[in-house]
């Protein structure tokens, strides 16, 4: 933590607050020397009494890429982004494992919030006495609106301004007064919260930022500095502060990341944990492996399903899981006939077998999923649910109809359609979900499916061409409400031709600009569930799956929250206390519960020490086996035998999960 140097004088100050500054309230006090350094001590102190005092590595196959930048106004990815929320601040958060409701976005650097009744207006008050890493400069209206005029000049091709269109949302941004800012909109947005709290929204420090101007460009962007860390980031306001980056020949090694104490939340005690240290892996197997041999304490990475499998059977490890943000869905190509015609498409919905899917090709590692919106945000339903999978009936029924383009269709006349998936990776498991797709389609007796496929690059020309019949596609949000989703049933994009054919287009974006426009939870629900029906009536994309994230920890890690904002939130990461790992510490831990009264008999502290005794000899002996089976058999079954009624439950869970790990490593 730098220290301020000495107290200026009123002369100097004066000429300081009466210099050239160009912005409207960029006046950045200057307080006494020590009222700011005896503040900055306290909430150091503070920090360091409610927080563990430990570092968490974790390991990741992640990376900031070939663009090397933690800058809102370029980065674009989910890591970038994760380390932008771990290292710097937006005007609010969304509540930890919600669904991103009214009521789920909490004060951050702003204490509270309102919107105008035609939902163009919303001002924000904003929280005092919160000062970038210089400990003299307090954060303060003119520095929001910096952050959004800088973004949003910028405007990155490869950025998420331009691409989340902010230009097209957000007119101006105001200076109301020093801890007062009105935000200005072109339309009413009723997501406007959940943009203001995804990455891209998150206030920068202008000192390393470019600096106070009203003009920018791309060149202003900040990227990796070699051997200046702080150069190399503009965010100073979040829980941590980077403190490390290393790279060799362009590609991540290493990153620090070390309690701020200047965050506004540090007296509470956050972060938890002190130190955080990112360490990158070239692939998820060497990954596995460092979290397997406790090189690392958490482990993020698309794991692979054999891997997520393997880990949730090994005692040593906690594998976490919650719901994520991704999803996949089918496309039907509505200028080719007779796929212009909702029945032929309710057909082929009805004919699908999602559960089948999920369990035979993810191992129920993926969700089913009969809405756009998928579970754990606001407005999910249910609704495709009306067509049911693997209902051949309904199919067999709608496609035996002569009035159909080609039809009537049965076993004798199928309905014969091209089913595309991309074959490069992009997507997971792709061609074992055509298969799957191919054979459930197929059961119904009356379609016929070819499948085709091709690398990403073509198979997105093709989509641009629109000559894919039926294809499989993808979508991850940029910000966390439903608003990001609904749009994808007639997204001009997938070219599908839907707002041209569809009978019920109309009446859908009706109702999805209803929902957009009002502020009211309760609205919006009932407007996206009649988006849905009107979806499921005209089927232009069908929903089929959603995507589960995970971590793989030590069994000691807690405050580990995964959900729909897929971002590891640092900030409430710690650990216990480590379980005993061999017989020598699952002793001295028994004689410690016996005197803590975790176990309320001597005898029985005596009577399960005994027993390892008897185990350490059998291991000094090369009688590992024997050893192995005096845990087993004897130790655990005693603890289990007295769990909850001379030893507490929690007690019995620490010595069974200890005797267990000695045990597979002996």
Known sequence: ?????????????????????????????????WTRTETIYKLARANAANQEETTLI????????????????????????????????????????SSAEAEDFLPSLATSWSVSLDGLTWDFSLRQGVYFDDDVTEFNASHVKYSFDRSMSILSPDGPQLNMEYDAIIDSVEVVSKYEVKFNLKMSFSPFLALMACAASSIVNPQYAGGWKTEWSVDDIVRYSEGDVRASTPMDLGPYKLTKWAQFVGVDQEMWLEANPNYWNATNGYPKTMKIVIKFYASSSSLRTAIETEDVDIARARFSKWDIRDMQEDPNLKVWDGSGAAIQYMVFQEAIPPLNDSRVRRAITAALDRQKLCETVFFDQKIPVYSIVPEGIMGHTDAFGV???????????????????????????????????????????????????KSSLEASGVIEVTLEHAVWPIYRQNRNEGNMEVFIYGWFPDYIDPDNYAFLYYAVWLNHHYIENGEHYSEMKAAYDAARATTDDSERIDLYAEVDDYAVTDCPVVPLWQGKIYAVTKPSVQGVYLDITETLQMWYLYSTPQSPRTIGEL????????LEGEIDNQGIVRSLIAKLNVAQKLVDKGKVAEAKGILKDVFIRQVQNLSGICITADAADILIQAAEYIRSHL
Not at 8 to 30: C, E, H, I, R
């Open 1 to 33: 933590m730098k220290m301020r140097g000495k107290a200026v004088s009123g002369l100097t100050l004066t000429l300081l607050l009466t210099g050239v500054l160009t912005l409207a309230f960029n006046v950045q006090p200057v307080k006494a020397n």
């Open 58 to 97: 974790i390991g990741t196959v992640d990376s900031t890429g070939p663009e090397s930048t933690l800058d809102p106004a370029q980065a674009y990815d989910l890591f970038g982004w994760e380390i932008i929320q771990n290292t710097g601040c937006t005007l609010v958060d969304i509540r930890p494992g």
């Open 387 to 437: 067509l049911g999978d693997a209902n051949y009936t309904y199919t067999k029924n709608i496609l035996n109809d002569p009035t159909i383009y080609g039809g009537p269709y049965d076993a004798a006349n199928k309905l014969k359609i091209d089913l595309w998936y991309e074959s490069s990776g992009h997507y997971p498991e792709s061609e074992e979900q055509a298969i799957i797709y």
């Open 587 to 594: 002793k001295t831990e028994i004689e410690k519960c016996g």
